[in-house]
C-alpha cells in the first residue's frame, strides 16, 4: 500500500481509545494511527512525523490532491477539538496537532510534516502513565468506514471478557458516533445501514472475529450482546 507499512505497530493509551464524541473523518483517524505507529513512545523530543503527498493521499482516500485540497484538508486535521473523559467526571478539551508543514524535501518529493501538541504529548509519549491498547496498523487502514474503525476499538478493548452487552443508545450515540441521525433511531434501520455492514467489515478485515445478538425489553431491542 504506497509507503506505508501495515506491519507497523499502533500503541495508543486508553484515553485515546476511549474518546467519546470523534470529530475526525475516517481519513483523519487513519493519519493519526500511522502517526502512532511512527513514534517512540519514550522519546518525547521527536514529535514530527513525515509523511509523503501519495502516502498522505492515500490514507485520505484523495486522488492526485492538488495544493488547495491538501491545505484543506490538513485544516481539517489541525482544527478539530477532541474530549476526553478522564476520572472524577473530568474531562479535556484540546487539539491534537499543532503543525502541517507541507514542502519538497531534498530530492524534489512533497512530503507533510504533522506535530503534535503539548496537550496531546501527553497522550502519545506516556508509557507507563495510562493503560496502552495495541494493534497492527492493517487493522484499521484497510477500513472504508468510520462506524467499522470505531466498532474496531470497542470489540478490542472487551474482547478479553469473552461476552458483555452495552445498551443500544450508548452502542449506537457513543460507540459509533451516531448520536442527533434521527433515522438510526429504530433499530432496523440502525442494523441495516450501521451496524451489520461494519460487523461484516471488521470480521472481513481485521484481527477481531465475533458475532452480535440483540436483547430485547418489552419487543424493543434494549441491548446488544457481543
Request: hydrophobic fraction near 35%; glycine fraction near 4%; include cysteine.
Given at each position: 500500500m504506497?509507503?506505508?507499512?501495515?506491519k507497523?505497530?499502533?500503541?495508543?493509551?486508553?484515553?485515546?481509545?476511549?474518546?467519546?464524541?470523534?470529530p475526525f473523518?475516517l481519513?483523519?483517524l487513519?493519519?493519526?494511527?500511522?502517526y502512532?505507529?511512527?513514534?517512540?513512545?519514550?522519546?518525547?523530543?521527536r514529535?514530527t512525523?513525515?509523511?509523503?503527498?501519495?502516502?498522505?493521499?492515500?490514507?485520505?482516500g484523495?486522488?492526485a490532491?492538488?495544493?488547495?485540497?491538501?491545505?484543506r484538508?490538513?485544516?481539517?486535521?489541525?482544527?478539530k477539538?477532541?474530549?476526553?473523559?478522564?476520572?472524577?467526571?473530568?474531562?479535556?478539551?484540546f487539539v491534537?496537532?499543532?503543525?502541517a508543514?507541507?514542502h519538497k524535501?531534498?530530492y524534489?518529493?512533497?512530503?507533510?510534516e504533522?506535530?503534535?501538541?503539548?496537550?496531546?504529548k501527553?497522550?502519545?509519549?506516556?508509557i507507563?502513565?495510562?493503560?496502552?491498547?495495541?494493534?497492527?496498523?492493517e487493522?484499521?487502514?484497510?477500513?472504508?468506514?468510520?462506524?467499522?474503525y470505531l466498532?474496531?476499538?470497542?470489540?478490542?478493548?472487551?474482547?478479553?471478557?469473552?461476552?458483555?452487552?452495552?445498551?443500544?443508545?450508548e452502542?449506537?450515540?457513543?460507540?459509533?458516533?451516531?448520536?442527533?441521525?434521527?433515522?438510526?433511531?429504530a433499530?432496523?434501520?440502525?442494523?441495516?445501514?450501521?451496524?451489520?455492514?461494519?460487523?461484516?467489515?471488521?470480521n472481513?478485515?481485521?484481527?477481531c472475529?465475533?458475532?452480535?445478538?440483540?436483547?430485547r425489553?418489552s419487543?424493543?431491542?434494549?441491548?446488544?450482546?457481543?
Open positions: 504506497g509507503n506505508l507499512d501495515p507497523h505497530w499502533v500503541e495508543k493509551s486508553d484515553p485515546l481509545v476511549l474518546m467519546r464524541s470523534v473523518s481519513g483523519e487513519k493519519i493519526l494511527d500511522t502512532i505507529s511512527r513514534i517512540n513512545a519514550v522519546d518525547d523530543t514529535r512525523v513525515i509523511f509523503t503527498k501519495e502516502e498522505y493521499e492515500e490514507l485520505m484523495l486522488t490532491a492538488n495544493y488547495r485540497a491538501l491545505e484538508h490538513t485544516e481539517g486535521l489541525l482544527g477539538v477532541v474530549t476526553l473523559k478522564m476520572p472524577d467526571k473530568q474531562f479535556l478539551k491534537l496537532f499543532t503543525k508543514y507541507y524535501d531534498e524534489g518529493k512533497p512530503i507533510i504533522i506535530t503534535c501538541t503539548e496537550e496531546a501527553n497522550l502519545f509519549f506516556c507507563g502513565k495510562y493503560h496502552y491498547f495495541k494493534y497492527a496498523l487493522n484499521v487502514i484497510h477500513l472504508t468506514r468510520k462506524v467499522s466498532l474496531y476499538l470497542h470489540i478490542l478493548t472487551n474482547r478479553y471478557r469473552g461476552e458483555w452487552e452495552v445498551t443500544l443508545d452502542l449506537r450515540d457513543e460507540v459509533l458516533d451516531c448520536k442527533g441521525q434521527e433515522s438510526y433511531l433499530f432496523k434501520e440502525f442494523k441495516r445501514a450501521v451496524l451489520a455492514p461494519a460487523v461484516k467489515e471488521v472481513e478485515k481485521t484481527d472475529h465475533f458475532s452480535y445478538e440483540p436483547i425489553r419487543r424493543k431491542v434494549a441491548k446488544i450482546k457481543f
